[in-house]
């Protein structure tokens, strides 16, 4: 199985920027599609972007879209989050979640890290 673990979370005031990472082991990195989720309290957990393991198609949610940056470095098994133009609304446990092979679906991700928290203050 692949373990994956999150970093980078933390407090940020609204409008700033935070890089979030996830760092893989155990398995074949470059063949995985990785994604982020997030939940905020009382809330069901929400896709917030993907990315092939090529690094191509990538695939946000519309609430994030144009402010965060998924990426990926195969060489480094490691998958980033840039987050930038923060708001109250993006407070969330972020997770990352891997699945086996190419997809642009949100669906089906079988691997999933402990999540890093993400608070944003007006």
């Known amino acids: 199985q692949v373990q994956l673990v999150e970093s980078g979370g933390g407090l940020v005031q609204a409008g700033g920027s935070l890089r979030l990472s996830c760092a893989a082991s155990?398995?074949?990195?470059?063949?995985?599609?990785m994604g982020w989720f997030r939940q905020a309290p009382g809330k069901d957990r929400e896709f917030v972007a993907l990315?092939?393991?090529?690094?191509?198609?990538?695939r946000y949610a519309d609430s994030v879209r144009g402010r965060f940056t998924i990426s990926r470095d195969n060489a480094k098994n490691t998958m980033y989050l840039q987050m930038t133009s923060l708001k109250p609304e993006d407070t969330a446990l972020y997770y990352c979640?891997?699945?086996?092979?190419?997809?642009?679906?949100?669906?089906?991700?079988?691997?999933w890290g402990q999540g890093t928290q993400v608070t944003v203050s007006s």
């Open positions: 990315i092939p393991g090529s690094g191509v198609s990538t």
């Open positions: 155990g398995g074949a990195f470059a063949t995985y599609t």
């Open positions: 979640a891997a699945k086996f092979g190419y997809s642009t679906s949100s669906s089906d991700f079988h691997s």
